[in-house]
């Protein structure tokens, strides 16, 4: 794996130290400075795991520097007046002594051993030229202006002579760990099993000898792709995260101190958290109103989930969701600056962001051979473990958790998964009793239906779809509920599949009681799945003989513009009866096109518009009724989105006509838009 020196170190930078060097500081502070960081260095322990002799040898010589510094400052009445030569002398060395500071910080704080361990030449080089630089300030510095007492000037004398012979140096056990992981990670790519004692003994070294410490390292790697700018550099931080992930589940498995509850923390995936944390409206998808885990922006400039406006278009839309306008290309393009941001604010709230790994690989960053090697051998051994049926429940659940981790991650480890059997295995955990092991089931096959070729093994493998339908229906929990109904709409993307569903009795019922009893975040992902199916003019008519109508009268409140726009979908295209259900709700609608958003509006009005044309004046006249309809028309046609004005032009038209008993011009109007239909 070749590593490009210029990696290290780019991370967690302090301020620049000029803005300490400036006009308004005299000599006295700024020699105080260089005490002050000089001690301070000396006071750093070395790093527990790596460069612990490269940081000795420079912490020992900037101990020996503030003993100088001290000296120097106790006869600071006569330095008052330091040439231009000696000020700049001092100020270049305040700026070399905070560089090496920061690298010795780096090389101790929280981040990834594992990319630093890769970094061992270059960053082992970065100490050697500090102190070559350390030695070249030492020697040019005007000894006589300094007036140093004969012992500290021996002092000096001595860090220039260790200065002057330096060598660069790299660590022998540090260079053989270095080793050790590239040649695991060359026999991952030739599909070679690494050895486990190797590896115990290799993570060990560096600190790692639990799933916790694990965790905690792919992290940091996944952080810090974000930090390179090449892409070879990207992708060796990849092949590292494969090797950990493998480590972490075959090696130490959910050895975490807190095992038997490891999931408390985990599961706060999608909706627990959102329920509790005042997430940025930016933040959200506008289809799901979930956290989003991969934003990319359409056609018209607004930004969605990957997965969410994937299964959107997939389902047969060609418009935006929020804006309503037709799309003139499908192309997603990832919104990199926003996915950062989502990032750091998990962090900053401690939030795990599974989410930066998507469809395109980790961050962006496509699997390369030894990662998608490490991901099938790690995807096998869970797979067997849960084949065996020897496991207890607690085991079961830790199985079935990092499988719905890994079928997350993105669309080669979806297709591993699928492939190597998951299917039938995590049926067989739909209806247990557990309701974490149900909630990771369930999850973990929403999460595998992303992928067009699991689609079809979930709607084929017996019992799979069943068990779905039967946790909608019954689950143990709103969030077992929830993401059936996700898988619902996931499957959906298929159209052929959208028609096998909308014919299934149970799949409506339980979508429409899910959305009227369910809380708001699980009642959203059963109104997204009833939208999906109500794209088909059959299986429309099926909904509004299932109720939905009302159903959308009862939600309306709460979640207003999936309501709305289901009902718009359901006029259309459920015949007379769907017009006849939503008639009653045209008061609504009215009061919808006075206080509702944008896309609310959009809806309301277009289905106002349907009702009038295909129900005819019976359903004109009740509109007309209501007194401050016009106005709250006038009112759109100058404030509303382009839609809405075009949509209430077309509804004052109506009124008009109706108003002047041509009532045959609308129905007129109507068949002619029928036959252009």
Known sequence: MAVSPTIFPQRRRRPSPTSFLSPQFSTIDLLRSLYLISSDISSLDPPRFLFKRNSSSIIRKCSILSMIFEDVLRQVNDLRFLSPSSLLCFEEMFIILQRIRTLIEDCSNDGSKLWLLMQIEPISGTFHELTLDLWTLLEILPEKELNLSEDVDELRNLVIKQCREDKSFVDPNENWLRCEVLSMLDSIKKEIVPNHLRLVELFSKLGMSDSASCRDEIEWLEDEIQCQNDEKSKSDVVS?????????????????????????????????????????????????????????????????????????????????????????????????????????????????????????????????????????????????????????????????????????????????????????????????????????????????????????????????????????????????????????????????????????????????????????????????????????????????????????????????????????TVVKKGGYVAIVAASHLIGRLVATLRNGTDRTKESAIATLVIICRKGGGDFVAELARITTIEMVIWELMGTGTARTKRKAASLMRILRRWAAGLEGDILEEFSMTVALQ
């Open 240 to 568: 590292l995260i494969g090797l950990v992930k493998y480590t972490k589940c075959v090696l130490y498995g959910a050895s975490s101190s807190n095992s038997s509850s490891f999931s408390d923390e985990n599961y706060q995936i999608r909706r627990n958290y959102s329920s509790d944390m005042n997430i940025p409206a930016d933040f959200r998808c506008p289809i799901t109103l979930d956290l989003m885990s991969d934003p990319v922006v359409v056609a018209t400039g607004q930004t969605y989930d990957r997965t969410s406006i994937v299964l959107w278009i997939e389902s047969g839309h060609n418009t935006c969701p929020k804006t309503g306008q037709t799309l003139a290309h499908t192309n997603l393009i990832s919104n990199r600056a926003l996915k950062s941001l989502i990032a750091m604010w998990c962090r900053e709230h401690r939030i795990p962001y599974t989410a930066a790994e998507n469809s395109e690989g980790i961050n962006g960053v496509l699997l390369n051979k030894a990662a998608f090697e490490a991901t099938k051998m790690t995807i096998s051994f869970l797979l067997g473990k849960l084949g065996s049926g020897l496991l207890p429940a607690v085991m079961v659940n830790w199985v079935v958790y990092e499988l719905r981790v890994f079928a997350k991650t993105d669309s080669d480890s979806r297709a591993c998964i699928g492939e190597a059997g998951a299917i039938p295995l995590l049926v067989r955990y739909l209806g247990s009793e557990y309701p974490k092991l149900q909630i990771n089931a369930v999850t973990t096959i929403l999460n595998l239906s992303i992928l067009e070729a699991n689609k079809d093994r979930i709607m084929e493998i017996d019992g799979a779809l069943n068990g779905v339908i039967e946790v909608l229906r019954t689950g143990a929990t709103w969030e077992a509920k929830a993401n059936a109904a996700a898988t619902i709409f996931s499957l959906c993307g298929v159209s052929a599949y959208r028609k096998r569903l909308g014919k299934k009795t149970r799949v409506i019922k339980g979508l429409l009681e899910l959305a009227r009893e369910g809380p708001t975040s699980s009642s959203r992902d059963a109104l997204v799945a009833i939208l999906a199916l109500a794209g088909d003019r059959d299986t429309a008519g099926r909904l509004v003989e299932g109720g939905v109508v009302d159903m959308v009268k009862d939600v309306m409140g709460n979640l207003p513009e999936e309501a709305v726009t289901i009902l718009e």
